[in-house]
């Protein structure tokens, strides 16, 4: 599992309020390889906008992915 039941919670709710109240968010994911799309995953369905969140604390790569036809470009360090 990418992330717990707590974490999927959390991040739900992070994109529902983000997306009432604008606000930008900071995610600082686990260890697991896929915890990072999950996340964004979740925080979109949940409502939230990639444009206004940061993910911190990845690997040593810079990635260009398309999450629900949004370009999000990782870098990883």
Do not use: Y
């Amino acid at each position: 599992m990418a992330v717990s039941d707590f974490e999927r919670r959390a991040i739900i709710a992070t994109g529902e309020v983000q997306a009432q109240l604008g606000c930008p968010v900071s995610f600082h994911p686990g260890r697991h390889p896929e915890a990072p799309f999950e996340i964004i995953r979740l925080f979109q369905e949940a409502g939230g906008d990639v444009k206004k969140a940061v993910m911190s604390h990845l690997d040593s790569k810079l990635f260009q992915v398309h999450v629900n036809g949004t370009q999000a470009i990782m870098i990883f360090h």
